[in-house]
Nanobody
Framework: QVQLVESGGGSVQAGRSLRLSCVAS????????MAWFRQAPGKEREGVAG???????????DSVTGRFTISEDNTDNTLYALYLQMNSLQPEDTAIYYC??????????????????????WGQGTQVTVSS
């Protein structure tokens, strides 16, 4: 049973940084597509960044490119951690951030508006609030 647990959200002023963590348990030896999504009040959920756990190159939404960076920690045999370093945060980054995963099936979903429906596993979300 795959479980994802996010942490690291909080309230910061514009221009500051936060690092979100997503700890995954229950992963098999197969590769997974993982992604960070966010949902602001009154808005649709949007993809922020994606990553393939077995050697992929991270990819980012245009709105966060150059400011957000994905990294991973795969040294634990039972847990997998995916991080989202968020720099130069802006008020428009305010949202609940979710970690998502799916078994790799040859390609990972894009970050388009319907890509969220391709992911099978979701964390509970962590709130990020950026004040001006």
């Amino acid at each position: 049973q795959v479980q994802l647990v996010e942490s690291g959200g909080g309230s910061v002023q514009a221009g500051r940084s936060l690092r979100l963590s997503c700890v995954a348990s229950g992963f098999s030896d197969r590769g997974y597509c993982m992604a960070w999504f966010r949902q602001a009040p009154g808005k649709e959920r949007e993809g922020v960044a994606g990553f393939y756990t077995q050697g992929g190159t991270p990819y980012y939404a245009d709105s966060v490119t150059g400011r957000f960076t994905i990294s991973e920690d795969n040294t634990d045999n039972t847990l997998y951690a995916l991080y989202l370093q968020m720099n130069s945060l802006q008020p428009e980054d305010t949202a609940i951030y979710y970690c998502a995963a799916k078994l790799y099936g040859g390609t990972c979903p894009s970050l388009g508006r319907v890509s969220q429906f391709e992911y099978d596993y979701w964390g509970q979300g962590t709130q990020v609030t950026v004040s001006s």
